[in-house]
């Protein structure tokens, strides 16, 4: 067996949208020539800014969204060539949970058949009573309690609906998780605690993530390796352990740098940066040539308001894709 469970080979996906009415539409591109892979059991963290093209990867590699060119193999096989009916049984082993609960729980559901349906839908159990078991039994695992069996989802907090979405999602035993900021939208305590149970879950049904934030921090704490984009390409992939792997593209840094400015603690301040990253993120629409962070970046010469940097091995299984490393 391959200890690469999904692979992704220069994915690419175009959005095509008017940017005002009476306009012809353009070209977005949210997504540029992504080659990624993501090992059996592993949590992959995928950073980057607000609209860089973190969930459009996600929903990519799960077909939610049909990319343009490229190939996504899952366990060696390429996914993007199934046909409905066999991409509806593959999507059992790859599920997603999102930032949102409130709006991707439907409102007039009780948890039980909430939870339930997939087991319906992937005709895993059939009878009644042996979904209502392992509904229970999910429900516990996932920290809900029996009671809430025919409660709505509005009646939780935001916490307990997604730990709702967490057992939905885990219904149908799938291998891989997509967790778009499944903690974005929560209190610092509850993170945690959502975070702790994803750990558990993942240890327990040997579960392979791809953890989506904004956070860097966040996402180093919880990874094995990180990848960071930037206006829809992967910048630096790295190991999210620190020590001695420290990040090297100036887009990262930049990020780490501003992410230790706002945080309240004292500690990190040696290890921080004096790197301010200036002006907004340009529109996709009208990418930068050459090197897409070339407008905003401290290190930026010539050459990279021309050529488009690879993503090239740095260190042994650190990538990073500027010219100037
Ligand atoms: N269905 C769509 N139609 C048109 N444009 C889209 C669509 N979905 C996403 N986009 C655009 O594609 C780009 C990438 O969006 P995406 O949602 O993947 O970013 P993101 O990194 O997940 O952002 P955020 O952190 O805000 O969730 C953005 O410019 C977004 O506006
Ligand atoms: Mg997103």
Do not use: W
């Amino acid at each position: 067996m391959s200890d690469t469970l999904i692979k992704i080979k220069n994915l690419s996906k175009v959005y095509h949208v008017k940017e005002k009415a009476f306009y012809a539409k353009r070209a977005l591109h949210a997504l540029t020539d992504i080659d990624i892979s993501i090992k059996r059991g592993e949590t992959l963290g995928l950073v980057g800014e607000s609209g860089c093209g973190k969930s459009t990867l996600g929903r990519c590699i799960l077909r939610l969204e049909e990319p343009d060119c490229g190939s996504v193999f899952y366990d060696g096989e390429d996914i993007l060539a199934l046909n409905d009916e066999a991409m509806r049984r593959k999507r059992r082993q790859m599920q997603i949970i999102f930032q949102d609960p409130a709006s991707s729980l439907n409102p007039y559901m009780k948890v039980r058949d909430l939870i339930g349906e997939g087991y319906k839908i992937h005709g895993i159990f059939k009878g009644k009573d042996e979904i209502e078991e392992n509904v229970k039994e999910l429900m516990a695992k996932c920290g809900l309690k029996e009671d809430m069996l025919s409660r709505k989802p509005h009646e939780f907090s935001g916490g307990q609906r997604q730990r709702i979405s967490i057992a939905r999602a885990l219904a149908v035993k799938p291998s891989f998780i997509v967790c778009d900021e499944p903690v974005s939208a929560l209190d610092v305590s509850v993170q945690a605690q959502i975070i702790n149970l994803l750990v558990d879950l993942q240890e327990e049904f040997e579960l392979t993530y791809l953890f989506i934030s904004h956070d860097l921090k966040l996402v180093e704490q919880i990874s094995d390796r990180v990848a960071v984009m930037y206006l829809g390409r992967i910048m630096e992939l790295k190991s999210a352990d620190k020590i001695g792997e420290e990040p090297v593209h100036p887009y990262t840094r930049a990020l780490l740098a501003s992410t230790l400015d706002t945080a309240a603690n004292g500690k990190d301040d040696a290890a921080k940066e004096d790197i301010v990253l200036e002006g907004d993120i340009p529109s996709p629409i009208d990418p930068p040539k050459g090197c897409v962070f070339h407008t905003r970046c401290f290190m930026k010469k010539d050459k990279c308001t021309r050529e488009i940097p690879s993503l090239k091995e740095v260190r042994k299984g650190h990538y990073a894709a500027c010219h100037f490393i």
